[in-house]
């Protein structure tokens, strides 16, 4: 018998999948990956905390799927900020129950608490997940809670012990750190970590790509995690690194929408982008602006290029010009 885990690297993916190991069966740890997990990449982490469960660890490039059929028409709506937690949870399932027969498994578990998130963990917003990802066998099981919800597949059929699965509720945590103790779980990821469609700021930084650009494939999505953006007079959008991990992540997203903006002589400071197809005028303002965040002799004036296009800038003596047209 095989399962597979719909697995964040939080606590409660880990404890659901110790309670199935525990049963003798099989487990591998899907990370669904949608875009917006955060700015690193954790899947070396998130193997090792999916080991210390007993689970094998899969990694499940669903980005640009998530672009497509989610993010920007979700039938349940948004949560506070950009965040369709619904849909989502139903997508992953969906995703997950679609690769049961490819390897080798049976039905699919996730470490979901009931009443714990108040959009998607109520027993209502459970079942329109049930409903979205298309679980007419009923092969979803959350061993956390199984015990106040109706017997799932697994259950009915014998294949998991429904007596060691757990009744745990609300949004309290004390009985998860006990279990993390009596496993000895020393490393998961916090309760608040995660998802970068619940921050402001971010959400910020898509409505106002979805204003003036085209919100396409995942590049378009990372290239939002990291830098100051801008948005200029004539529509252009710029991107100002903030230090040198940010500069270095600009430098190797390959997005095609923006281009690079050079110095003829070698300065330090910023990495900086700009709209590809930016009018003069944005790209002036822009020059200024990229100068104004490196290191330079004031009063000074700088040979900048932008698309082949040569401009003569000198940069604004005061960053506040710059912070007038922050996107967030």
Partial sequence: MKALALFSGGLDSMLAIKLITMQNIGVTALYMDIGFGGKDDKSEIMSERARMAGAEFLRVDIRDEYLQNVLFSPKYGYGKQFNPCIDCHGYMFKTALSMLGAMGASFVISGEV?????????????AQVRKLSSDENNLILRPLSAKLMAPSAPEINGWVDREKLLDISGRGRTRQME???????????TPAG?????????????????????FETSQDAEILKFGRHLRLNGGAKMIIGRNEDDNARLRNIQNPKFTRIKFTEPLVGAYSLISRDASRDDMELAAKFALTYMKFQPG???EVIIENEKFIATPFEDKAEAQKYFIS
Avoid at 195 to 209: E, F, G, N, R, V
């Fill in 114 to 126: 009931l009443g714990q998130r108040p959009m998607s963990q109520r027993a209502a917003a459970m």
């Fill in 179 to 189: 279990l993390a103790g009596e496993f000895g779980f020393d490393d998961y990821e």
């Fill in 300 to 302: 000074t004036s700088y």
């Fill in 194 to 214: 995660g998802c970068l469609l619940t921050i402001q700021s971010y959400a910020d930084k898509i409505k106002d790509m979805m204003k003036f650009e085209k």
